[in-house]
């Protein structure tokens, strides 16, 4: 939507539009196009609340009573990368099957969103979501890599269409921004240097660490403490064998690490906290400090323990399309149903129109069913039968096949015919809370003047604001000039940090104060962030902000399957029960792999439709 009155930019104005829901926003745009939506998204209202009352309130829906419509070889559940993958990988084993695909969002994609904005006639794309192919050389399967060459994903493209010298050229640079709250007063310390296994983009304009730390509003003992811990000359685990040594690394978290054991203070350790927040949805308050030094984090180089950092972070992350993932489930999506869209590349999916309307159309052997809520699967003789809710509407359809491609934790209360034990560790995945904002601004001068291109708030609401992804793929030129708009990306992970509540308890806590938050909560956040951040630098939000699409996702991130996340009850074995294929109906998303990666989206597709063509 084009944003061209000056009075829809003040802060209530924004806030009584986005507030609209997204069918309303739908049926007063003569195109139905939801990436252009914004206001508040992700798991949007309208989107949850069948699957609420199904799960929470414990009501149940008379599927029996409701005669079989329509007949497919397979019904997908959840038009995420996983179902769709799914959907792909049936139809080549079966190139005439017919596909239904079932959503209970307004966009396909599940989680890998897309975001549209115009402003004075020109469009920017941003990511919602699922972000990029995170180091594909190194961590994707065979399988994987095979499905990415086969949709026509060359991932050597993106070494050119990602711009890494961009920012660096403008004497860009990493910042820190220390809030008041925790610090006693607003700093932003810019400059920073790079962790050791950064690509030469991420060194330039970085400052020496002395002089970097200099700049910190913590006492001069916290700084010394910060300095000794990065040049890790001492060993605190000294007289510990390298097992006793690792043991201690699983079990203790990496803020314990930090004050316990390497003698950091409060203050210290708090300049840590939000680092591990964007890769697990914890705080350094739960994430093993063994975790951390996979990472590349500071204070484990005195251990003296065999390997380091995780090879696979040395891979730069480049592979990223200006929709993020969402590209892929275009390209998906296209490829299933030729007529949404026009070409067949991976350069020109980015700016191809795509026609909503054609999703799900009479007589097309591959259906996109899209705000349709699943509430029933099963098995019936030789057949899977699936009930959803569409418009408060309950139908049933027939299928030979199923995949249930949704979140683990839903598939208990819609296949409740499955065994006891099965249903119980589907349930244990309780998925990471994450938001995703999309600011877009008219110009990004704040930026440039104060020579920072991205900054981490380790004490903040938001602990992430960055300067889009410098990205320009099949015509689309990513901003260059600071004059240009710019998309400004801010991460938000809720929890319950420092009170010693284990993973699933901080998940829980932050999915409800997600869902409680309205859009002018986040708003006033953002502005707020925003203005403290940037004001140095000229920002002001009532005048630069143009729009704001808020992605929320109660339940983000999947499970990860290791020693941070209970690990007495959470294992690879827990994993290979939950996903276990019962009578015709198989089980993917990333769910099943216990990692919130895109090729373990594709691997469990993969998997899933193979147990079912046996």
Not at 178 to 192: H, I, K, M, Q
Not at 378 to 401: F, I, N, P, S, T
Not at 541 to 561: F, L, Q
């Amino acid at each position: 939507m084009s944003i061209t009155r000056r009075d829809f930019l003040n802060g209530a104005a924004l806030a009584i539009a986005a507030g609209l829901t997204p069918a309303a926003q739908l049926a007063a745009q003569p195109a139905h196009y939801p990436p252009a939506l914004t206001g508040l998204r992700g798991q949007h209202v309208g989107s949850f609340e069948t699957a609420h009352a199904l799960a929470r309130e414990g009501r149940r829906y008379a599927a029996d009573s409701v005669a079989i419509d329509e007949n497919y070889d397979l019904v997908v559940v959840g038009a995420g990368i996983s179902g769709l993958v799914a959907a792909w990988y049936y139809r080549r084993a079966r190139p005439s099957a017919r596909v239904l695909v079932l959503d209970n969002h307004d966009d396909f994609g599940g989680q890998a969103k897309r975001n549209e904005f115009t402003l004075d006639g020109r469009r920017l794309i941003g990511y919602g979501g699922s972000q990029s192919l995170q180091s594909p050389n190194s961590l994707f399967s065979p399988v994987a890599k095979r499905f990415v060459s086969d949709l026509g994903i060359d991932i050597k493209k993106f070494e050119t269409a990602f711009e890494r010298n961009l920012y660096p050229s403008l004497g860009l640079s990493r910042g820190i921004f220390f809030n008041r709250e925790a610090f006693g007063r607003d700093v932003l310390v810019t400059g920073e240097p790079a962790r050791a296994n950064a690509d030469e983009y991420a060194r330039r304009n970085a400052r020496t660490l002395p002089a970097f730390v200099a700049d910190f509003p913590v006492s001069p003992e916290s700084k010394a403490q910060i300095l000794a811990l990065h040049a890790g000359a001492a060993d605190p685990l000294a007289g510990k064998s390298i097992a006793e040594k690792r043991a201690i690394l699983k079990a203790t978290s990496y803020r314990d690490y930090l004050i316990r054991l390497c003698g950091l203070s409060e203050e210290a350790a708090n300049c840590f906290q939000g680092r591990p927040l964007g890769f697990y949805g914890l705080g350094s308050d739960a994430v093993p400090a063994a975790e951390a030094r996979d990472l590349g984090y500071p204070g484990f180089a005195g251990l003296s323990l065999p390997g380091g950092a995780n090879a696979a972070w040395s891979e730069p992350y480049i592979y990223h399309f200006p929709d993020g993932n969402a590209a892929l489930t275009r390209m998906l999506v296209r490829a299933l149903i030729p007529a949404v869209a026009s070409g067949s590349t991976m350069e020109d999916v980015v700016q191809a129109p795509f026609d909503y309307a054609r999703l799900d159309q009479d007589g097309q052997e591959v259906r996109v069913r899209l705000q349709s809520t699943c509430v029933h699967v099963a098995q019936a003789g030789d057949k899977v039968r699936v009930a959803y809710v569409r418009d408060g509407a309950l139908r049933r359809v027939e299928a030979r096949h199923a995949v249930l491609a949704c979140f683990h934790i839903m598939i208990p209360h819609i296949m409740p015919g499955l065994p006891a034990r099965q249903r119980a560790a589907l349930s244990k995945n309780v998925k990471t809370p994450i938001c995703y904002t999309n600011v877009l601004v008219r110009n990004w001068r704040a930026f440039a003047d104060l020579k920072v291109q991205s900054i981490h708030a380790p004490m903040g609401f938001h602990h992430q604001v960055s300067l889009d992804f410098p990205v320009s793929l099949g015509g689309y030129r990513h901003p260059r000039d600071p004059s240009e708009p710019m998309l400004l990306h801010l991460v938000h992970v809720p929890g319950a940090p420092m009170q010693g509540l284990d993973a699933r308890a901080q998940f829980r806590i932050g999915q409800g104060k997600l869902y409680a938050m309205t859009f002018a909560d986040f708003e006033a956040r953002i502005r707020d962030d925003l203005d403290r951040m940037l004001g140095p630098g000229g920002f002001s939000s009532g005048r630069d902000i143009a729009a704001i699409t808020v992605n929320r996702w109660p339940h983000g991130y999947s499970y990860v399957a290791n020693t941070l996340f209970d690990p007495e009850d959470y294992d690879d074995t827990v994993l290979k029960l939950a996903r276990q294929r019962s009578g015709n109906v198989a089980i993917a998303n990333t769910d099943s792999g216990g990692d919130a990666w895109v090729h373990f989206a594709i691997d469990q597709a993969e998997r899933a439709v193979r147990e079912l063509m046996g």
